[in-house]
């Protein structure tokens, strides 16, 4: 059974703060993994990871994939209150199917 | 452009009561997901398409039924609607892959979520 399980589940920090968010996974046929961010509605896409070792960046925000030991990890510097958001992470396993973990809800304090 | 719409934003069913979600998309992809998701939780796949025609269970499929006629048209079907299945619906959709410089990001397109609520 494929299974995505993203720690910590709610986490409280102050403006400013780094963080870290992870994910690891087992699923057959890895194809690739996604890191989403959510807030009011609908996920908002922020990452594709395929490749081990091979850091993606946006602004304050960056992600790695670590294929051997099957985890990735989302770090977000300098936070701001408009980080504050549930982050999902989500695996591509063969035939297209997209699993999702149970979401890491992070809050900013100012 | 509307990307990927559902119907009906709202909705209130009694228990037993059947009805469909529909979703449509307008940027021609080929794989549609319907998940759901629960207060504290992440999104769970009910169902998905990897193509007009075709269907696969997700990871919580009982209780719900899908279809996949016409390729821009995903429908979700509730035949007789349970508690248990309260909840925010998700449908998204996603262009092939592709290969080297035309591969896709991957990007999943969602639409803006359906809350449904049986008494």
């Known amino acids: ?110 | 452009n509307a990307g990927v719409t559902q119907t009906p934003k709202f909705r209130v069913l009694k228990t037993g009561q059947s009805m469909t979600l529909l979703c449509a998309q307008d940027m021609n992809h080929e794989y549609m997901y319907w998940y759901r998701q629960d207060p504290g939780m992440g999104l769970r796949l009910i169902h998905y398409s990897v193509g007009e025609g075709t269907t696969a269970k997700g990871e919580v499929p009982d209780g719900y039924n899908v279809s996949r006629l016409k390729k821009q048209n995903f429908l979700l079907g509730l035949e007789s609607a349970a508690p248990s299945q309260t909840s925010v619906y998700f449908c998204a959709s996603r262009p092939f892959p592709g290969l080297g410089a035309l591969r896709s990001t991957g990007e999943l397109f969602f639409g803006e979520g359906s809350r449904l609520t049986v008494l």
């Not at chain 1, 720690?7 to 102050?14: A, G, Q, R």
């Not at chain 1, 057959?28 to 594709?48: I, V």
Request: aromatic share 8%.
């Open chain 1, 1 to 110: 059974e494929d299974k995505v399980v993203q720690s910590p589940l709610s986490l409280v920090v102050h403006e400013g703060d780094t963080v870290t968010l992870n994910c690891s996974y087992e699923v057959t046929n890895f194809r690739s993994l996604l890191w989403y961010k959510q807030e009011k509605k609908a996920p908002t896409f922020l990452f594709m990871l395929t490749s081990s070792g091979i850091e993606k960046k946006s602004g304050r925000l960056s992600s790695i994939l670590d294929k051997k030991e099957l985890f990735s990890i989302l770090n977000i510097t300098a936070t701001q209150t408009g980080d504050s958001a549930i982050y999902l992470c989500a695996v591509e396993a063969g035939a297209q199917k997209l699993v999702f973990g149970q979401g890491t809800r992070l809050t900013i304090n100012p």
